[in-house]
Every structure is written in C-alpha cells, then in structure tokens.
Nanobody
Framework: QVQLVESGGDLVQAGGSLRLSCGASENIARSSTMDWYRQAPGKQRELVATITRGGVTNYADSVKGRFTISRDINKNTVFLQMNNLKPEDTAVYYC?????????WGQGTQVTVSS
C-alpha cells in the first residue's frame, strides 16, 4: 500500500504563490504518471497537472503558465508550484500516482486564495 502525504496548502492573497509537496512511501520512479487534482466546494474533482515517467508535463488550461509540476525522484516527492494565484484556485488539492496499474491518492491539502 502506497502512502501519499500532501503539504504546503495555506491561505494566500490573490497574486501570491504556494508550493505543494506530495511525499510517497514508495519509489515514484516506477510510477507511470503522477498527477495533481483539485476539488472546489460543490464542484467535481478536476485534473490540474500531470507528469509522466518520462518527464512530460500537461496542464489544465486554467493553470497553464501559472502552475508547474515537478518531481524529485530521489526524495519520492512531487511538487506543484503555483504562482499568480487567483480566488478561483481555491480548492482542496490532491496528488495521485499510478503505480503498477493501481491508483493511490493523498488526503488533500487546502489552498485558499483571498481576493
């Protein structure tokens, strides 16, 4: 069972930045993809960013140019750098990894952006 623990969520003013971290209990180098999702109150969970085993990244249109997903394989950690935050970025952010055909989710970290 892979354990994922997110951290870095906080209350920040619009235009500010945060860096989320997701630490894994297993070697993430074996994962096929690593993702960040978010879920705002009353809305469905949405995919924000993905990084593949080969390092290819993809982003939701709403965060392109503002968010950057990266990883430190040696530390089994995935990051989400969020710049120029907007109130509509307010949500619980979750990381997910796909490993050996299974999905593993973290417990989420709250990001709140005030206007």
């Amino acid at each position: 069972q892979v354990q994922l623990v997110e951290s870095g969520g906080d209350l920040v003013q619009a235009g500010g930045s945060l860096r989320l971290s997701c630490g894994a209990s297993e070697n993430i180098a074996r994962s096929s993809t690593m993702d960040w999702y978010r879920q705002a109150p009353g809305k469905q969970r949405e995919l924000v960013a993905t990084i593949t085993r080969g390092g290819v990244t993809n982003y939701a249109d709403s965060v392109k140019g503002r968010f950057t997903i990266s990883r430190d394989i040696n530390k089994n950690t995935v990051f989400l750098q969020m710049n120029n935050l907007k109130p509509e970025d307010t949500a619980v952010y979750y990381c997910k990894i796909n490993l050996m055909g299974l999905e593993y989710w973290g417990q989420g970290t709250q990001v709140t952006v005030s206007s």
